[in-house]
């Protein structure tokens, strides 16, 4: 198995939206706002390699989207999904699956490109893994989460008959693989973990967005059921504790994965750093 860390570019976010009730006195100390109050957040995806299969996890908000709309959330960084890929070493046909933890614009945009003025998959051989539930809620949204869930990042792919539900069919991923699903962020986010070599690995999805979301109460104001992502934050920190799990963050600018440590203040981040300093590639 091979591990390929994807940089699908940087992002801007309200900073108080990111940390829902926390005062930005408090977390602007980890992640300083700018004078528009908004912070820089990473689109990062993780590639894996196991041979004869090829999975991307997840593909930030892509670039088929309009200059004005791309503008709100001001694009910044030299990171591009296809681009990193390619500098990975992989062209786009070699993507056998891609698993979008959910469909919220900034984890599934890229999973669809404008070529001309037609729309079709970025990956023409992958099948796209979504849970169905989570289908259902983005093609039928609830009134607050109806603009992160954009009809031409989701509908191309069905279209194309390359979206697949996790839930629902067999599929095939090793044993390496193992997959929950929570409901606190946004209903049926997968949370994938990896099993490489002697470690294993959580993609923490938006549960745990950056180092800085470690601590149980920083939940996003996004979060359809906020006091539902403490319990579930509380409750994967404790296993990542007791069965020695790496987390990888895929908003953190900074920090590619942690340690979680338990101390007298509560579950906190330890050696935060990329993803080659925690293991051999």
């Not at 296809?82 to 945009?109: M, N, P, W």
């Not at 294993?200 to 180092?211: K, Q, R």
Request: proline content about 4%; aromatic content about 12%; glycine content about 8%.
């Amino acid at each position: 198995m091979k591990l390929s860390v994807i940089d699908a570019g940087n992002f801007k976010l309200d900073g108080g939206a990111m940390f829902g009730v926390v005062p930005k006195t408090i977390w602007n100390r980890y992640i300083p706002a700018d004078e528009n109050n908004l912070c820089n957040f990473k689109m990062r995806c993780l590639l894996v390699d196991e041979g004869d299969r090829v999975t991307l996890i997840d593909t930030g908000m892509g670039d088929k989207q309009a200059e004005r709309w791309q503008g709100f959330y001001f694009r910044n960084g030299d990171g591009e999904l296809r681009k990193s890929i390619k500098e990975a070493g992989y062209e786009l046909s070699q993507i056998t699956d891609v698993i979008l933890s959910h469909l919220h614009f900034d984890h599934c945009g890229g999973a669809v490109m404008r070529e001309g003025e037609e729309l079709k998959p970025t990956f023409p051989n992958a099948k796209y893994w979504v849970h169905s539930a989570h289908f259902h809620s983005a093609t039928h949204p609830n009134p607050r989460e109806k603009a992160t869930f954009l009809h031409e990042n989701i509908m191309p792919l069905q279209e194309a008959g390359q979206l697949h539900f996790i839930d629902k069919e067999d599929h095939g991923f090793s044993e390496a693989w193992t997959f929950e699903f929570i409901d606190g962020h946004t209903e049926k986010m997968i949370l994938p973990f990896i099993r490489f070599r002697d470690k294993n690995i959580l993609f923490g999805a938006d549960l745990i967005p950056t180092y800085a979301h470690v601590h149980v109460p920083y939940v996003m104001s996004y979060d359809v059921a906020p006091l539902l992502s403490m319990n579930e934050k509380e409750r994967y920190l404790k296993k990542m504790v007791e069965e020695d799990i790496l987390l990888f963050f895929d908003h953190d600018v900074e920090h590619e994965m942690c340690k979680i440590e338990w101390t007298e203040k509560g579950y906190r981040a330890k050696d935060a750093g990329k993803l080659r300093d925690f293991i051999s590639l």
